[in-house]
């Protein structure tokens, strides 16, 4: 998984600004179908966008871990990250 998330940050660092902001798009579209709907998806990094992607629509991954992956890479109070700081 480590490596199939590291092509895709390369591809979309390497990608141009219109293909990030797609990819932003769909990620807004498809967040609210998981319970996320006041993420502003434009503040994300794009690590953070193609995180949220592929974890949507990865065959790999059951529903339930879907919605940890996401927890995880929005952060908040749910994620690890945000049990750690507090936050």
Do not use: N, W
């Not at 199939?4 to 609210?32: D, H, I, K, N, W």
């Amino acid at each position: 998984m480590r490596h199939l998330l590291l092509g895709l940050f390369l591809l979309t660092a390497a990608a141009p600004a219109g293909a990030s902001e797609q990819l932003r798009m769909l990620v807004t579209r498809e967040l609210p179908r998981y319970g996320y709907t006041d993420v502003d998806v434009r503040a994300l990094t794009i690590e953070q966008v193609a995180a949220i992607h592929h974890a949507l629509h990865s065959d790999h991954y059951s529903e339930s871990e879907k919605r940890a992956m996401l927890r995880s890479a929005l952060g908040g109070r749910q994620s690890l990250r945000g049990l750690l700081s507090g936050r």
